[in-house]
């Protein structure tokens, strides 16, 4: 059978490994001025330390 009908789904890019996922998949979070995305909790997870220790540098 031919998807040709199916609507596309819009992709984003993972925050931290650039994997393209569709975005009904991807966990976000809301920045102060951006959303990131995330392909799982491993990309989301690596994402919070780094905010942490660049928080903590300043």
């Known amino acids: ?7 596309e789904e819009n992709l984003v890019q993972c925050d931290i490994c650039l ?7 991807s966990k976000n979070a809301e920045a102060s001025d951006y959303v990131a995305h ?3 909790l491993d ?3 690596q ?12």
């Open 43 to 45: 990309c989301y997870e």
């Open 47 to 58: 994402w919070m330390k780094k905010a942490e220790q660049s928080s903590a540098a300043d």
């Open 19 to 25: 994997k393209e996922i569709p975005s009904s998949e």
């Open 38 to 40: 995330f392909c799982g």
């Open 1 to 7: 059978m031919n998807d040709v009908n199916k609507p």
